[in-house]
C-alpha cells in the first residue's frame, strides 16, 4: 500500500511539473536568423534565411535554464542580397539544398553564463547529413512584456561560430595573394524573438 502512494505522488509530482511548462515559438516576424563570413579576406558578407520555426519550452516564465529548444530552417530560403550568390550556396558546393533541405538545431544544455542575462547553449546542429554540437551565446535582458494583445515577449541574440568546411560546405578558391575567397568561420549572429 505505500508503494502504491508513493507511485501515485511521484506521479502527481511529475504532472505538475509538465503542467508547469511554459511554451514559446519563435516570431520569425520580428525575429532575424543571420550569417557573416569574410569576404577576400578584406570584409564581410551577411546574410540570414528568411524560412524558419522555432520552439522554446522552459520551467518557468522568466528562467531559461535547461530550456529546450529547437529550430528547423529551410535552407532554400538563404537569402544574402545577391540572386547568383544565393543560387551557388543552393548548390552542391555548399548546402546542396535540393538534397538536403532543412538545417536544424536541437538543444541539449541551457546554462546561465557569466553575466547577467547571459546563458550559453550547447546543442547539436545537423546541415547537410552532419550533426556537430555547437556552443552559442544567448542574451537577454531579462524583460518579458505583455503585447496589445495580450501576448508575453521576449527576446535573445544568439552569437556563436561554427566551421562551415565540417559540415560539407567546402567550396573556395585560393587568392593570388594567399588566402581564401570565403572565410572557413561562419558567425552566427541572430535576433530571436519569443512569444508564449
Known amino acids: 500500500m505505500k508503494t502504491i502512494k508513493l507511485t501515485f505522488g511521484a506521479l502527481v509530482v511529475m504532472a505538475s511539473s509538465l503542467m508547469a511548462q511554459?511554451?514559446?515559438?519563435?516570431?520569425?516576424?520580428?525575429?532575424?536568423?543571420?550569417?557573416?563570413?569574410?569576404?577576400?579576406?578584406?570584409?564581410?558578407?551577411?546574410?540570414?534565411?528568411?524560412?524558419?520555426?522555432?520552439?522554446?519550452?522552459?520551467?518557468?516564465?522568466?528562467?531559461?535554464?535547461?530550456?529546450?529548444?529547437?529550430?528547423?530552417?529551410?535552407?532554400?530560403?538563404?537569402?544574402?542580397?545577391?540572386?547568383?550568390?544565393?543560387?551557388?550556396?543552393?548548390?552542391?558546393?555548399?548546402?546542396?539544398?535540393?538534397?538536403?533541405?532543412?538545417?536544424?538545431?536541437?538543444s541539449t544544455s541551457m546554462k546561465k553564463g557569466k553575466v547577467k542575462g547571459q546563458y550559453i547553449l550547447i546543442g547539436d546542429l545537423t546541415i547537410r547529413d552532419v550533426t556537430k554540437k555547437v556552443t552559442l551565446t544567448a542574451t537577454t535582458n531579462g524583460k518579458t512584456v505583455k503585447d496589445p494583445w495580450g501576448k508575453t515577449r521576449t527576446g535573445f541574440n544568439v552569437k556563436g561560430t561554427i566551421n562551415r568546411i565540417e559540415y560539407g560546405l567546402k567550396w573556395?578558391?585560393?587568392?593570388?595573394?594567399?588566402?581564401?575567397?570565403?572565410?572557413?568561420?561562419?558567425?552566427?549572429?541572430?535576433n530571436i524573438e519569443l512569444v508564449k
Open 22 to 106: 511554459t511554451n514559446w515559438a519563435v516570431d520569425a516576424a520580428h525575429s532575424k536568423l543571420g550569417f557573416k563570413v569574410t569576404h577576400m579576406m578584406v570584409s564581410e558578407t551577411e546574410g540570414k534565411f528568411k524560412v524558419y520555426d522555432g520552439k522554446v519550452t522552459t520551467k518557468t516564465d522568466v528562467d531559461f535554464v535547461d530550456a529546450q529548444v529547437e529550430f528547423s530552417v529551410d535552407v532554400n530560403s538563404v537569402d544574402t542580397d545577391d540572386d547568383k550568390r544565393d543560387g551557388h550556396l543552393k548548390s552542391d558546393d555548399f548546402f546542396n539544398a535540393e538534397k538536403f533541405p532543412k538545417m536544424t538545431f536541437k
Open 172 to 190: 573556395n578558391t585560393l587568392l593570388e595573394a594567399g588566402g581564401m575567397a570565403v572565410s572557413e568561420q561562419v558567425t552566427i549572429d541572430s
